[in-house]
């Protein structure tokens, strides 16, 4: 565990998105789908935003996708980020079809690269999705 890793502030799971943050240690990304909509659903809840349904289901998704949208950060937004400026605050095109906020570490990407998912190591054990360019 890197120095800088013990002071990212670890998330508080709600009901919700614990089974997602479970998911982390194994490094696997998890997403409601819809029984109903089959909509994939992001983030987690216990209905459908799409038809309201209850039926949602985890299931994994490959890591990958394509940049829809970049800002570049000069400013850390946390003290434990302070020495990895600037980085970039992204939305994620998954291929599985949801859109996710997320970040870039190192040089920025640009709209349309393809990247894939980059773990940040928490000190509890979890870890934080980030992605790269692939
Ligand atoms: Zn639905």
Same mark, same amino acid.
């Given at each position: 565990?890197?120095?800088?890793?013990?002071?990212?502030?670890?998330?508080?799971?709600? $009901? $919700?998105?614990?089974?997602?943050?479970?998911?982390?240690?194994?490094? =696997?990304?998890?997403? =409601?789908?819809?029984?109903?909509c089959?909509?994939?659903?992001?983030?987690?809840?216990?209905?459908?935003?799409?038809?309201?349904?209850?039926? %949602? =289901?985890?299931?994994? #998704?490959?890591?990958?996708?394509?940049?829809?949208?970049?800002?570049? &950060? &000069?400013?850390?937004? #946390?003290p434990?980020?302070a020495?990895?400026?600037?980085?970039?605050?992204? #939305?994620?095109?998954?291929?599985?079809? $949801?859109?996710?906020?997320s970040?870039?570490?190192?040089?920025?990407?640009?709209?349309?690269?393809?990247?894939? %998912?980059a773990?940040v190591?928490?000190?509890?054990?979890?870890?934080?999705?980030?992605?790269?360019?692939?």
């Open positions: 565990m890197s120095e800088n890793a013990a002071t990212i502030p670890v998330p508080e799971p709600s $009901a $919700a998105s614990a089974p997602f943050w479970e998911a982390t240690r194994n490094r =696997q990304l998890i997403m =409601q789908r819809c029984g109903n089959r909509e994939l659903v992001w983030y987690p809840r216990f209905v459908c935003p799409n038809c309201g349904d209850f039926d %949602l =289901q985890w299931e994994t #998704l490959s890591g990958r996708g394509v940049i829809y949208a970049v800002s570049v &950060h &000069h400013r850390p937004a #946390l434990a980020l020495d990895r400026v600037p980085y970039s605050v992204v #939305l994620v095109d998954l291929e599985e079809g $949801a859109r996710i906020m970040n870039v570490f190192g040089p920025a990407p640009a709209v349309g690269d393809a990247v894939t %998912l773990w190591p928490l000190p509890d054990g979890r870890n934080l999705p980030s992605f790269e360019r692939r």
